[in-house]
């Protein structure tokens, strides 16, 4: 899978089936989208292609700030790569890109990709002030020898899913629900750093990651994870939050990792939440404190051990 970051740089030769979205968190949805796009280039000999943005539209059309995204541009593109899209290309989104026209952005999609075919949602619309929607994309398609595929979404109980509901899932600590929505377990990696060492002091060590400031992370609780070194996975269990025991005022994401004991300052932790253990909560003493983590650790135990069983179990021959 090719990822490239200038729509100039693609000059792709073959033909080429062509989606353009945002598509944060490459959820269901869009899974949906992209296996039936791959399954059509394969079937035409033509080359399954990914348009999308970074940084997203929204960002820089609404001025929003801060934990927006659920994948940074390069989880997204590993996550297309295992749908079998041959190029992603995540074109910068700036004020200049934002006042290209729809017929020109047209012309360069039709000259860097060798567009055959467009497939885009009803609600569609690219260009300045969104002139191109999906009509006024057909009437290209016909003047410059293209056709425009219109896709259903995938709906999930009547409702679309969408990166809006999963982003908000997770903002409420329902790891569980942007799960189903996303078709796996959401993640977050960092690199690990020093903190103040208070888990080590109690007898509970915690891996400190430095997150990516753009990303969503889970409201403030403690969840059951998987923590990833390298190819190495290990049960966790991770405290999002201020440590108000401790009068803390800064959010942290903090792994302990269960029958862990190594040094692993400076590498790089995936943590992939599966559950909610409980909200966050002020106890009144470090008695009080070590005796409840004692009790979330064999709870996230024993939640990962049966997830782990019940997935070998079905992956069994």
Not at 65 to 86: D, I
Request: proline residues 3%.
């Amino acid at each position: 899978m090719n990822h490239i970051y200038d729509l100039v740089q693609a000059q792709i030769q073959q033909p080429s089936i062509v989606t353009i979205g945002v598509f944060d968190g490459v959820h269901r949805g869009h899974q949906h989208l992209i296996r039936k796009l791959v399954e059509a280039a394969q079937t035409t000999n033509r080359q399954a292609v990914v348009l999308t943005f970074f940084p997203h539209p929204d960002m820089v059309v609404r001025g929003l700030q801060g934990r927006y995204y659920l994948t940074s541009p390069e989880q997204k593109a590993a996550e297309l790569s295992k749908l079998g899209v041959y190029c992603v290309v995540t074109h910068a989104f700036d004020e200049q890109v934002r006042h290209i026209r729809a017929a020109d952005f047209v012309d360069r999609l039709l000259k860097h990709l060798h567009m055959a075919e467009l497939w885009v949602g009803s609600d569609f619309a690219l260009g300045y002030q969104r002139e191109g929607n999906v009509s006024f994309l057909k009437a290209q398609g016909e003047q410059k020898g293209f056709t425009v595929q219109e896709i259903d979404l995938l709906m999930n109980h009547g409702d679309v899913i969408s990166s809006t509901t999963i982003r908000e899932a997770i903002q409420a600590g329902d790891v569980t629900q942007a799960k189903d929505w996303l078709g796996r377990s959401y993640t977050v990696s960092g690199t690990v750093v020093h903190g103040e060492k208070r888990g080590r002091q109690i007898g509970f060590p915690t891996a400190n990651l430095e997150t990516w400031a753009e990303q969503v992370i889970p409201a403030n609780g403690v969840y059951a994870t998987w923590a990833t070194v390298g190819s190495e996975r290990f049960m966790a269990v991770t405290n999002i939050g201020v440590r108000p025991t401790f009068s803390g005022q800064d959010v942290t994401v903090e792994a302990h990792l269960l029958d862990f004991n190594r040094d692993i300052y400076g590498q790089e932790l995936t943590l992939t939440f599966e559950t909610r253990l409980r909200p966050e909560q002020r106890f009144n003493g470090i008695d009080e404190l070590t005796t409840q983590i004692r009790r979330d650790v064999e709870a996230g135990r024993d939640y990962l051990s049966h997830q782990a069983t019940t997935n070998a179990g079905r992956n069994a021959p």
